[in-house]
């Protein structure tokens, strides 16, 4: 048999059910209706330099009444299963091909057939469903990952992301906002951490300030918690701390993507050590001991979705006003979790991200003796901001880019602080001396390299 031949039937095999992983399921998960992900290899953080997670492929598969059965039976690849709120459709990337890049798709429980909602050429990943018949997903533009919003009949997406870091959506939390993670700035794009933003691009902001070691594939449970992969283990945000708290577990290494049945028993992917694939096991709160629910020898058994129905998240009304600009107020840059010397602060200068990557100054606007400022600034672009001296030195200066959605009027505490930092009660002197933002919107500002 010649090389080609051999070639040509082995890629032919590849798509049959010879070389398919084989599920084992326990007894336990008769009971467990659930949508899982399998993978013969998985990088949870290719993502973050724009690559693939699942290099040889993955299969979504559907487990009811003790039976298992593939999603999409006729697609080459599958990947991220979401339910929608009523517990009867499906959202997933798939591949109709091979050749085919990821694209989302929508399908009926009751095996129907799948509807393509996506266009275009590029990769669309990681979908969610959204209030009002949308959903959210990631798109690989020019090999970056951005966040998109669209509606589940197709049309025109909204961008959300503006960043220049890949990013890629976890989960829609119950008050509206959409999880995700990107690279936290300054770490050369390799340590994710996990951010939020309103379905309509704004109010992007850190979950948490701590900025622990690598934190991603997060999932809000029922409590209200966010449990996510820190490491090879798990931690958790629960409202009533500003840092991340360690989730007591059994020994050994965790992926992620946590899920929560009716009862509040979590079904976490785990496996014994490094050289093992993930699989699907059940873990009470506070218990010592895993039990195992779906296993594969050959591969790895991820992202666990419960099938039932699940409260819709608040819906999120858009205040974006019909402008090519946005309006930021900073009520005191002294309230910061970098300490700066009161009466330091002198002024403070904005830059974006040009086409070279390099920062490319905007504009500078004067910063009154309670910390604050008002200024006007393009939107729709990566925006990084840098506090000044009276000499003019750098006093300050972010690490990487945030943005801001044209139309939005956002106000802010300070200047890098946590969630906890409530606004004093006080009028800001800039509003006191003008209610006129300054213009830093870069129309007449020269290009500079900054603060010294």
Request: glycine share 8%; aromatic share 8%; hydrophobic share 35%.
């Amino acid at each position: 048999m010649s090389r080609r031949l051999i070639i040509i039937l082995f890629a032919s095999l590849a798509g049959s059910s010879l070389l398919k992983p084989v599920v084992q399921a326990s007894p336990d998960s008769d009971s467990l209706s659930l949508l899982y992900t399998t993978a013969p290899q998985y990088d949870p953080l290719a993502w973050i330099h724009g690559g693939e997670r699942f290099p040889s492929g993955a299969t979504v598969l559907v487990r009811r009444n003790g039976r298992t059965r593939p999603l999409a039976a006729d697609f080459t690849a599958s990947a991220d299963p979401a339910i929608s709120f009523d517990g009867q459709r499906v959202l997933f990337a798939g591949k109709q091909k091979p050749t085919d890049p990821w694209q989302i798709w929508e399908v009926s429980l009751a095996e129907g057939k799948p509807r393509r909602i996506s266009s275009g050429v590029e990769d669309c990943v990681r979908p969610f469903y959204l209030p009002e018949d949308r959903i959210v997903y990631a798109r690989k533009i020019a090999g970056r990952f951005a966040i998109e919003a669209v509606s589940v009949t197709g049309g025109k997406p909204l961008g959300l992301t503006y960043g220049p870091e890949n990013a890629l959506p976890s989960d829609v939390l119950r008050d509206g906002r959409i999880l995700f993670e990107s690279a936290f700035p300054g770490t050369a794009g390799a340590t994710p951490e996990i951010y939020t933003v309103y379905s309509d691009g704004s109010g992007v902001e850190s979950y948490r300030c701590d900025h622990k070691d690598a934190r991603y594939s997060a999932k809000q449970l029922g409590s209200g918690d966010v449990v996510f992969a820190a490491g090879s283990t798990l931690a958790k945000f629960t409202p009533a701390r500003a840092q991340q708290v360690p989730v007591m577990l059994p020994a050994a290494e965790y992926a992620g993507d946590v899920a929560e049945d009716t009862s509040g028993e979590w079904i976490v992917p785990s496996r014994t050590n490094s050289s093992s694939p993930y699989q699907l096991a059940v873990w009470t709160p506070s218990s010592a001991d895993l039990r195992p629910v779906v296993s594969d020898s050959r591969a790895n058994v991820l992202q666990p979705v419960v099938l039932h129905e699940h409260t819709v998240p608040n819906r999120h009304p858009s205040g974006l006003h019909d402008w090519a600009y946005a309006n930021l107020l900073c009520l005191n840059s002294y309230t910061s979790k970098d300490k700066v010397a009161a009466g330091s602060i002198h002024s403070m200068r904005l830059y974006t991200r040009g086409d070279n990557g390099a920062a490319k100054l905007l504009g500078a606007a004067s910063v009154e003796r309670d910390g604050s400022f008002f200024i006007q600034v393009p939107g729709d672009q990566p925006l990084q901001i840098e506090l000044l001296d009276t000499a003019g030195k750098t006093l300050k200066r972010e690490k990487g880019f945030f943005w801001a959605r044209r139309g939005e009027q956002r106000v802010c505490v300070g200047c890098h602080v946590g969630p906890e930092t409530a606004p004093e009660n006080a009028v800001p002197m800039i509003l006191l001396k003008s209610t006129i933002p300054a213009d830093l919107t870069g129309l007449s500002a020269p290009n500079a390299s900054g603060g010294h």
